[in-house]
Protein backbone atom coordinates (compact mmCIF):
# COMPACT_ATOMS: atom_id res chain seq x y z
CA UNK A 1 0.00 0.00 0.00
CA UNK A 2 1.18 3.32 -1.00
CA UNK A 3 1.30 6.63 0.95
CA UNK A 4 2.45 9.75 1.57
CA UNK A 5 3.42 12.18 4.31
CA UNK A 6 4.45 15.62 4.55
CA UNK A 7 6.77 17.19 6.95
CA UNK A 8 7.19 20.88 8.49
CA UNK A 9 11.01 20.74 9.52
CA UNK A 10 13.88 18.89 8.42
CA UNK A 11 14.00 17.57 12.14
CA UNK A 12 10.80 15.12 11.43
CA UNK A 13 12.64 13.27 8.14
CA UNK A 14 12.52 9.54 8.93
CA UNK A 15 16.11 8.56 9.07
CA UNK A 16 15.95 6.60 5.99
CA UNK A 17 15.91 10.10 3.87
CA UNK A 18 19.52 10.65 3.07
CA UNK A 19 19.84 6.61 2.01
CA UNK A 20 17.05 7.07 -0.93
CA UNK A 21 19.52 8.84 -3.29
CA UNK A 22 23.64 10.09 -3.42
CA UNK A 23 23.33 12.33 -6.41
CA UNK A 24 21.81 15.45 -5.33
CA UNK A 25 23.30 17.49 -2.17
CA UNK A 26 20.48 19.42 -2.38
CA UNK A 27 17.83 16.99 -1.57
CA UNK A 28 20.25 15.72 1.52
CA UNK A 29 18.94 16.69 5.06
CA UNK A 30 22.25 18.38 5.62
CA UNK A 31 21.86 20.90 2.96
CA UNK A 32 18.08 21.32 4.05
CA UNK A 33 18.83 21.79 7.42
CA UNK A 34 21.20 25.01 6.52
CA UNK A 35 18.00 26.57 4.43
CA UNK A 36 15.65 25.82 6.61
CA UNK A 37 17.68 28.18 9.83
CA UNK A 38 17.96 30.90 7.18
CA UNK A 39 15.33 30.99 4.35
CA UNK A 40 14.38 34.26 2.91
CA UNK A 41 11.30 35.52 4.66
CA UNK A 42 8.80 34.86 1.85
CA UNK A 43 9.71 30.85 1.45
CA UNK A 44 8.66 28.18 3.98
CA UNK A 45 9.78 24.56 2.66
CA UNK A 46 7.79 21.46 2.85
CA UNK A 47 8.82 17.79 2.54
CA UNK A 48 6.87 15.14 0.78
CA UNK A 49 7.86 11.47 1.85
CA UNK A 50 5.92 8.57 -0.11
CA UNK A 51 6.03 4.71 1.39
CA UNK A 52 5.48 1.92 0.66
CA UNK A 53 4.46 0.19 3.47
CA UNK A 54 7.30 1.59 5.75
CA UNK A 55 9.52 1.48 3.10
CA UNK A 56 10.47 5.16 1.75
CA UNK A 57 10.74 4.97 -2.10
CA UNK A 58 10.58 8.81 -3.15
CA UNK A 59 10.59 12.61 -1.84
CA UNK A 60 10.11 15.91 -3.24
CA UNK A 61 10.62 19.27 -2.07
CA UNK A 62 7.90 21.70 -2.21
CA UNK A 63 8.23 25.41 -1.50
CA UNK A 64 5.32 28.00 -0.78
CA UNK A 65 6.59 31.23 -1.79
CA UNK A 66 5.06 34.65 -0.48
CA UNK A 67 5.38 37.17 -3.46
CA UNK A 68 4.48 40.56 -3.18
CA UNK A 69 5.35 43.74 -5.53
CA UNK A 70 8.28 44.99 -3.24
CA UNK A 71 9.97 41.31 -3.40
CA UNK A 72 9.37 40.97 -6.94
CA UNK A 73 10.52 43.64 -8.43
CA UNK A 74 13.54 45.25 -6.55
CA UNK A 75 14.71 48.43 -8.98
CA UNK A 76 12.01 50.87 -9.07
CA UNK A 77 11.46 53.15 -12.51
CA UNK A 78 10.01 56.59 -13.26
CA UNK A 79 8.70 54.88 -16.60
CA UNK A 80 4.54 55.51 -16.23
CA UNK A 81 3.77 52.59 -18.53
CA UNK A 82 6.89 50.39 -16.99
CA UNK A 83 4.81 50.82 -13.27
CA UNK A 84 1.21 50.31 -14.54
CA UNK A 85 2.44 47.08 -16.36
CA UNK A 86 4.46 45.81 -12.60
CA UNK A 87 0.90 46.69 -11.07
CA UNK A 88 -0.79 44.39 -13.64
CA UNK A 89 1.64 41.58 -12.78
CA UNK A 90 1.53 41.94 -9.29
CA UNK A 91 -2.40 41.59 -9.41
CA UNK A 92 -2.18 38.56 -10.78
CA UNK A 93 1.01 36.54 -9.50
CA UNK A 94 1.02 38.40 -6.01
CA UNK A 95 0.12 36.11 -3.14
CA UNK A 96 1.43 32.65 -2.44
CA UNK A 97 2.46 30.40 -4.67
CA UNK A 98 3.55 26.45 -4.30
CA UNK A 99 7.07 25.50 -5.98
CA UNK A 100 8.16 21.41 -6.63
CA UNK A 101 11.92 21.91 -6.28
CA UNK A 102 13.96 25.22 -4.96
CA UNK A 103 12.97 28.42 -5.86
CA UNK A 104 16.79 29.39 -4.69
CA UNK A 105 18.73 27.88 -6.87
CA UNK A 106 18.75 26.88 -10.85
CA UNK A 107 17.83 23.09 -11.98
CA UNK A 108 15.82 20.39 -10.99
CA UNK A 109 16.37 19.73 -7.42
CA UNK A 110 12.92 19.08 -5.84
CA UNK A 111 12.50 15.19 -7.13
CA UNK A 112 13.59 11.88 -6.24
CA UNK A 113 11.53 8.27 -6.61
CA UNK A 114 12.74 4.93 -6.96
CA UNK A 115 11.95 3.56 -10.65
CA UNK A 116 11.23 0.11 -9.52
CA UNK A 117 9.09 0.65 -6.73
CA UNK A 118 6.74 3.45 -8.23
CA UNK A 119 6.09 4.57 -11.47
CA UNK A 120 6.60 7.74 -13.13
CA UNK A 121 3.31 9.07 -13.14
CA UNK A 122 2.09 7.61 -9.81
CA UNK A 123 4.53 9.33 -8.02
CA UNK A 124 3.66 12.88 -9.73
CA UNK A 125 -0.26 12.21 -8.90
CA UNK A 126 0.93 11.49 -5.03
CA UNK A 127 2.55 14.97 -5.45
CA UNK A 128 -0.67 16.57 -6.90
CA UNK A 129 -2.40 15.06 -4.02
CA UNK A 130 0.25 16.46 -1.67
CA UNK A 131 -0.24 20.24 -3.22
CA UNK A 132 -4.30 19.75 -2.70
CA UNK A 133 -3.35 19.04 0.84
CA UNK A 134 -0.93 22.08 1.46
CA UNK A 135 -3.48 24.29 -0.75
CA UNK A 136 -5.46 23.53 1.92
CA UNK A 137 -3.71 23.82 4.98
CA UNK A 138 -2.24 27.21 3.95
CA UNK A 139 -5.43 28.16 3.57
CA UNK A 140 -6.75 27.10 7.27
CA UNK A 141 -3.88 28.16 8.90
CA UNK A 142 -2.65 31.35 7.07
CA UNK A 143 -6.14 31.92 5.61
CA UNK A 144 -4.11 32.39 2.28
CA UNK A 145 -5.29 31.26 -1.10
CA UNK A 146 -2.77 29.26 -3.69
CA UNK A 147 -2.24 31.46 -6.98
CA UNK A 148 0.28 29.48 -8.62
CA UNK A 149 1.42 25.66 -8.80
CA UNK A 150 4.91 25.54 -10.71
CA UNK A 151 7.06 22.29 -11.23
CA UNK A 152 10.35 23.97 -11.82
CA UNK A 153 13.52 23.89 -13.73
CA UNK A 154 13.98 20.71 -16.51
CA UNK A 155 16.05 19.99 -18.95
CA UNK A 156 14.87 18.94 -22.20
CA UNK A 157 15.77 14.93 -22.09
CA UNK A 158 14.63 14.72 -18.29
CA UNK A 159 11.77 12.29 -18.39
CA UNK A 160 8.96 14.35 -16.70
CA UNK A 161 8.16 15.45 -20.07
CA UNK A 162 7.08 11.49 -21.33
CA UNK A 163 4.29 12.47 -18.73
CA UNK A 164 3.02 15.46 -20.55
CA UNK A 165 -1.06 14.40 -19.49
CA UNK A 166 -0.04 14.50 -16.34
CA UNK A 167 0.32 18.41 -16.99
CA UNK A 168 -2.22 18.49 -19.54
CA UNK A 169 -4.92 16.61 -17.20
CA UNK A 170 -3.79 19.34 -14.71
CA UNK A 171 -3.75 22.65 -16.41
CA UNK A 172 -0.45 22.83 -15.93
CA UNK A 173 1.19 24.90 -18.88
CA UNK A 174 4.68 24.03 -20.38
CA UNK A 175 6.81 26.93 -20.88
CA UNK A 176 10.54 27.66 -21.72
CA UNK A 177 13.18 29.56 -19.63
CA UNK A 178 16.23 31.07 -19.90
CA UNK A 179 19.22 28.27 -20.15
CA UNK A 180 21.32 26.94 -17.63
CA UNK A 181 25.14 27.65 -18.39
CA UNK A 182 27.07 24.31 -17.92
CA UNK A 183 30.78 23.97 -18.26
CA UNK A 184 32.02 20.63 -19.71
CA UNK A 185 35.16 19.62 -18.07
CA UNK A 186 37.48 17.80 -20.50
CA UNK A 187 39.44 14.41 -19.67
CA UNK A 188 42.40 16.11 -21.05
CA UNK A 189 42.17 19.35 -18.95
CA UNK A 190 44.56 17.84 -16.09
CA UNK A 191 45.17 21.79 -14.62
CA UNK A 192 43.87 25.46 -15.32
CA UNK A 193 47.39 26.01 -17.98
CA UNK A 194 45.38 23.05 -20.27
CA UNK A 195 42.23 24.45 -20.10
CA UNK A 196 43.30 28.40 -20.81
CA UNK A 197 45.44 26.51 -23.84
CA UNK A 198 42.59 25.35 -25.56
CA UNK A 199 41.62 29.00 -25.79
CA UNK A 200 41.95 30.62 -29.44
CA UNK A 201 44.06 33.80 -29.08
CA UNK A 202 41.70 36.70 -28.61
CA UNK A 203 40.21 34.94 -25.30
CA UNK A 204 43.33 34.01 -23.73
CA UNK A 205 44.56 37.73 -24.57
CA UNK A 206 40.63 38.62 -22.30
CA UNK A 207 41.98 36.22 -19.72
CA UNK A 208 45.36 37.74 -19.49
CA UNK A 209 43.81 41.24 -19.35
CA UNK A 210 41.42 40.44 -16.64
CA UNK A 211 44.48 38.79 -14.45
CA UNK A 212 46.24 42.08 -14.70
CA UNK A 213 43.38 43.94 -13.54
CA UNK A 214 42.65 41.43 -10.13
CA UNK A 215 46.51 41.81 -9.74
CA UNK A 216 45.97 44.52 -6.68
CA UNK A 217 43.08 41.79 -5.17
CA UNK A 218 43.75 39.04 -3.29
CA UNK A 219 41.38 35.93 -3.34
CA UNK A 220 41.29 33.54 -0.53
CA UNK A 221 38.94 30.94 1.05
CA UNK A 222 37.11 32.43 3.81
CA UNK A 223 36.28 30.19 7.37
CA UNK A 224 33.16 29.83 9.54
CA UNK A 225 34.38 32.13 11.85
CA UNK A 226 35.11 34.95 9.54
CA UNK A 227 31.79 34.46 7.36
CA UNK A 228 29.96 34.73 10.86
CA UNK A 229 32.13 37.58 12.00
CA UNK A 230 31.35 39.49 8.60
CA UNK A 231 27.92 38.20 7.79
CA UNK A 232 26.42 41.94 7.63
CA UNK A 233 29.22 42.73 4.82
CA UNK A 234 29.25 39.35 2.68
CA UNK A 235 25.16 40.18 2.80
CA UNK A 236 25.57 43.67 1.42
CA UNK A 237 27.86 42.88 -0.90
CA UNK A 238 25.21 40.23 -1.98
CA UNK A 239 22.42 42.70 -1.95
CA UNK A 240 24.42 45.06 -4.58
CA UNK A 241 24.01 42.07 -7.38
CA UNK A 242 20.67 40.94 -6.11
CA UNK A 243 19.18 44.16 -6.25
CA UNK A 244 20.35 44.94 -9.64
CA UNK A 245 18.91 41.80 -11.17
CA UNK A 246 15.35 44.24 -10.80
CA UNK A 247 13.40 41.32 -11.08
CA UNK A 248 13.62 38.63 -8.49
CA UNK A 249 11.52 36.26 -6.17
CA UNK A 250 12.98 36.10 -3.07
CA UNK A 251 15.88 38.14 -0.82
CA UNK A 252 18.24 35.97 1.44
CA UNK A 253 18.42 35.78 4.77
CA UNK A 254 21.68 37.70 6.21
CA UNK A 255 22.73 34.41 8.35
CA UNK A 256 22.21 32.45 4.91
CA UNK A 257 25.99 31.65 4.14
CA UNK A 258 26.76 31.34 7.46
CA UNK A 259 24.21 28.71 8.11
CA UNK A 260 24.73 26.46 4.91
CA UNK A 261 28.98 26.83 5.97
CA UNK A 262 28.26 25.50 9.75
CA UNK A 263 26.02 22.89 8.30
CA UNK A 264 27.72 21.67 4.76
CA UNK A 265 31.01 22.23 6.12
CA UNK A 266 33.44 21.30 3.24
CA UNK A 267 31.11 21.11 0.89
CA UNK A 268 29.99 24.65 0.71
CA UNK A 269 33.18 26.81 -0.26
CA UNK A 270 32.92 30.82 0.46
CA UNK A 271 36.32 32.32 -1.14
CA UNK A 272 36.66 36.41 -0.71
CA UNK A 273 38.50 39.17 -2.46
CA UNK A 274 40.22 42.09 -0.73
CA UNK A 275 41.58 44.94 -1.64
CA UNK A 276 44.12 46.44 0.93
CA UNK A 277 42.48 43.94 3.20
CA UNK A 278 38.81 44.95 2.61
CA UNK A 279 36.39 42.50 1.35
CA UNK A 280 34.87 43.46 -1.79
CA UNK A 281 33.82 40.70 -3.31
CA UNK A 282 33.04 37.03 -2.87
CA UNK A 283 31.32 34.01 -4.22
CA UNK A 284 30.30 30.88 -3.39
CA UNK A 285 30.41 27.28 -4.41
CA UNK A 286 28.22 23.71 -3.28
CA UNK A 287 30.07 20.46 -4.01
CA UNK A 288 27.86 18.22 -5.28
CA UNK A 289 29.55 14.96 -5.85
CA UNK A 290 31.17 15.07 -9.42
CA UNK A 291 29.30 18.42 -10.08
CA UNK A 292 30.32 22.11 -8.94
CA UNK A 293 27.05 24.49 -8.12
CA UNK A 294 27.89 28.13 -8.62
CA UNK A 295 26.14 29.60 -5.53
CA UNK A 296 25.46 33.38 -4.79
CA UNK A 297 27.99 35.96 -5.06
CA UNK A 298 28.55 39.79 -4.35
CA UNK A 299 30.30 42.99 -4.77
CA UNK A 300 31.10 46.11 -4.94
CA UNK A 301 29.65 47.67 -8.05
CA UNK A 302 32.01 50.57 -7.81
CA UNK A 303 35.14 48.34 -8.06
CA UNK A 304 33.44 45.82 -10.19
CA UNK A 305 34.25 46.55 -13.36
CA UNK A 306 37.77 48.35 -12.84
CA UNK A 307 39.17 44.71 -11.48
CA UNK A 308 36.83 42.70 -13.77
CA UNK A 309 35.84 40.99 -10.34
CA UNK A 310 33.27 38.80 -12.34
CA UNK A 311 35.31 38.19 -15.26
CA UNK A 312 37.59 36.40 -12.61
CA UNK A 313 35.26 34.68 -10.40
CA UNK A 314 34.14 32.36 -13.35
CA UNK A 315 38.08 31.53 -14.29
CA UNK A 316 38.19 30.87 -10.57
CA UNK A 317 35.09 28.80 -10.82
CA UNK A 318 36.56 26.85 -13.51
CA UNK A 319 39.91 26.20 -12.04
CA UNK A 320 38.73 25.00 -8.88
CA UNK A 321 36.86 22.45 -10.94
CA UNK A 322 39.93 21.01 -12.66
CA UNK A 323 41.97 21.00 -9.92
CA UNK A 324 39.32 19.31 -8.00
CA UNK A 325 37.93 16.75 -10.34
CA UNK A 326 34.51 17.80 -11.14
CA UNK A 327 33.25 16.66 -14.30
CA UNK A 328 30.48 19.71 -15.00
CA UNK A 329 30.37 23.63 -13.60
CA UNK A 330 26.79 24.95 -13.19
CA UNK A 331 27.55 28.13 -13.74
CA UNK A 332 22.94 28.64 -14.01
CA UNK A 333 21.08 31.12 -15.87
CA UNK A 334 22.07 35.08 -15.85
CA UNK A 335 24.96 37.00 -17.60
CA UNK A 336 24.81 33.81 -20.48
CA UNK A 337 27.07 36.00 -22.95
CA UNK A 338 29.75 36.54 -20.59
CA UNK A 339 29.44 33.32 -19.30
CA UNK A 340 29.65 31.43 -22.31
CA UNK A 341 33.21 33.47 -23.27
CA UNK A 342 34.81 31.62 -20.71
CA UNK A 343 33.43 27.34 -22.25
CA UNK A 344 29.91 27.43 -20.82
CA UNK A 345 27.20 25.88 -23.25
CA UNK A 346 23.45 26.95 -22.82
CA UNK A 347 21.14 24.05 -21.85
CA UNK A 348 17.52 24.70 -22.34
CA UNK A 349 15.21 24.34 -19.31
CA UNK A 350 11.29 24.16 -18.98
CA UNK A 351 9.36 24.91 -16.26
CA UNK A 352 5.43 23.99 -15.40
CA UNK A 353 2.68 26.00 -14.03
CA UNK A 354 -0.63 27.20 -13.74
CA UNK A 355 -2.90 29.89 -12.27
CA UNK A 356 -5.29 28.40 -9.84
CA UNK A 357 -7.91 31.27 -10.85
CA UNK A 358 -9.30 29.35 -13.95
CA UNK A 359 -10.49 32.79 -15.64
CA UNK A 360 -6.54 33.81 -16.19
CA UNK A 361 -5.67 31.74 -19.14
CA UNK A 362 -2.43 30.14 -19.43
CA UNK A 363 -2.27 32.34 -22.43
CA UNK A 364 -1.71 35.14 -19.84
CA UNK A 365 0.27 33.55 -17.75
CA UNK A 366 2.45 32.41 -20.62
CA UNK A 367 3.02 36.57 -21.46
CA UNK A 368 3.73 37.35 -17.55
CA UNK A 369 6.25 34.78 -16.89
CA UNK A 370 7.97 35.89 -20.12
CA UNK A 371 8.00 39.72 -18.98
CA UNK A 372 9.13 37.85 -15.53
CA UNK A 373 12.09 35.69 -16.72
CA UNK A 374 12.58 36.86 -20.28
CA UNK A 375 14.01 34.86 -22.99
CA UNK A 376 17.30 37.50 -23.63
CA UNK A 377 18.54 37.70 -26.96
CA UNK A 378 22.85 37.28 -26.39
CA UNK A 379 25.21 36.21 -28.72
CA UNK A 380 27.01 33.10 -28.22
CA UNK A 381 30.69 33.48 -27.42
CA UNK A 382 33.22 30.42 -28.78
CA UNK A 383 36.70 30.74 -27.22
CA UNK A 384 37.78 27.72 -27.65
CA UNK A 385 40.49 26.77 -30.60
CA UNK A 386 38.47 24.74 -33.26
Known amino acids: MIHYKIYSTVSQLPNSWDALQNHDIFLKTSFLKGLESSSPSNITSYYLGVFKAEKLIAIAIIQRVEMYLDDIFRKTSNNII ?69 FKDYFENNTIHNDSEFFKNNNLYKVQVQPNMILSILNHWKTPEDYIEAFNKKYKRRYKTARKKA ?75 DVLETYFLGYNKDLQQKHQMYLNMLFNMAFFSIENNFKTIVYARTAMEIKSSIGAKPNTMHVYLKHTNNFIANTVLKCIVKYMNPIKKWEERHPFKL
Open 82 to 150: KQVAKQLVSKIIKGNALIVGNLMHTGQHGLCFLKEEISQSEYLNIINKALSDLTLEIKSKFNKKIRIIA
Open 215 to 289: KMLECKELNEDFIKNNSETIFKLYETVSDNAGVNSFKLNKAHFYNLKASLKEKFKVYGYFLNEELIGFYTLILNN
